[in-house]
């Protein structure tokens, strides 16, 4: 399997940040980590091993990156303004920086996101603020509401990267008619914390018309590391 590993420093971010990608052709999946997790997270927990026949066969190529969680939403030592103005950088670091890495090494039009935990957030955040980027978007055992990491502080930019929030309010059809077209996964367990989580925002994309897999598994299912490796067995096929 091809392996990779890039650093760079981060003009956006004002630090190096680091990166791996496995596979050499295929769909494009940009990998978030869980929280405060890091760039090698997902493959040091056996989710490239579970799917590395996809990776191998050419069907997908995955870029894991860092995150900055310890340094926005977790950061309990800073306003909460500041740890949004973080994530905001963050997101530019992806879109500047990231993705036009992802676009020079493959070719593909589309682009697939995927995380655990609050890897599915940071997914699904990317996904409803991006639509005409994104084309599949797989959160397992998601959580999406950020507001208690704001301490009671809100703004514009709180609402917009809450989508527990900016998706029941959404009525822009640009926006809509790109939610209809995207490939939406919420894969939780029966015993999953985040159930009710994924529950709500299914509820919430069907009033919106939009189709999506609430995939609730059974078994005892809950969350962790090798649930999930079953998971992407499922979806990344």
């Not at 640009?174 to 939406?184: A, H, S, T, V």
């Not at 894969?187 to 939009?210: A, I």
């Not at 999506?212 to 990344?236: E, I, N």
Request: charged share 20%; net charge negative; aromatic share 16%.
């Amino acid at each position: 399997m091809n392996r990779e590993y890039h650093r760079w420093y981060s003009p956006r971010l004002g630090k190096d940040l680091q990166l791996l990608v496995f596979g050499h052709a295929g769909t494009p999946l940009l990998v978030f980590p869980t929280s405060l997790g890091r760039f090698f997270e997902y493959e040091d927990r056996g989710m490239i091993a579970a799917t590395s026949w996809w990776y191998d066969s050419g069907g997908m190529q995955a870029y894991c990156v860092d995150s900055v969680d310890a340094e926005s939403w977790y950061n309990r030592h800073v306003h909460p303004r500041h740890r949004v103005e973080r994530q905001i950088a963050y997101e530019s670091y992806l879109l500047d920086e990231v993705l036009p890495l992802m676009r020079v090494k493959n070719p593909s039009r589309d682009l697939a996101v995927t995380g655990c935990s609050f890897g599915g957030y940071h997914a699904m955040n990317f996904a409803l603020r991006h639509p005409d980027i994104v084309s599949h978007v797989v959160s397992m055992g998601g959580a999406f509401d950020i507001q208690h990491f704001l301490d009671g502080y809100y703004d514009n930019d709180c609402y917009f990267n809450c989508p527990m929030h900016f998706l029941p309010q959404m009525s822009d059809p640009w926006y809509l008619d790109r939610y209809r077209n995207m490939r939406i996964v919420l894969g939780t367990g029966e015993h999953d914390m985040c159930l009710g989580e994924n529950r709500r925002l299914s509820w919430m994309l069907h009033e919106k018309n939009v189709p999506h897999w609430l995939d609730v598994w059974g078994d005892g299912t809950g969350h962790d590391w090798p649930w999930w490796q079953r998971m992407a067995q499922k979806y990344f096929t």
